[in-house]
């Protein structure tokens, strides 16, 4: 089994920045693709990123391209997510899951998904 761990979630003014943490740890890490997603009250969960297990492929959602930066140190086990230039809209709790498969050229999906963390709050004020 994979246990993941996300931190890093706060409260941010629209225009502002924060940098997202993952840890993994109950497997190899290096083997799974991992990805984040976010869901904001009364909305689905929606895809964020997603890096392949070398860390040279990634994969945004359209909403999110030239904003968020998602990398990973497979040395630490950990991905990040840097999230900068905020929105309101960007709202949501934000999660890191795992897939035991490569990266997909079609937008992950929640239910592709092997492991999941708990979440960690990101508020955007305006």
């Known amino acids: 089994q994979v246990q993941l761990v996300e931190s890093g979630g706060g409260l941010v003014q629209a225009g502002g920045s924060l940098r997202l943490s993952c840890a993994a740890s109950?497997?190899?890490?290096?083997?799974?693709?991992m990805n984040w997603f976010r869901q904001a009250p009364e909305k689905e969960r929606e895809f964020v990123a997603a890096?392949?297990?070398?860390?040279?492929?990634?994969s945004y959602a359209d909403s999110v391209k030239g904003r968020f930066t998602i990398s990973r140190d497979n040395a630490k086990n950990t991905v990040y997510l840097q999230m900068n230039s905020l929105k309101p809209e960007d709202a949501a709790v934000y999660y890191c899951?795992?897939?035991?498969?490569?990266?997909?050229?079609?937008?992950?999906?929640?239910?592709?998904?092997?492991?999941w963390g708990k979440g960690t709050l990101v508020t955007v004020s305006s």
């Open positions: 109950g497997r190899t890490f290096s083997s799974l693709t």
């Open positions: 890096i392949n297990w070398s860390g040279d492929i990634t």
């Open positions: 899951a795992a897939a035991r498969g490569p990266i997909m050229s079609t937008t992950p999906s929640r239910y592709g998904m092997d492991y």
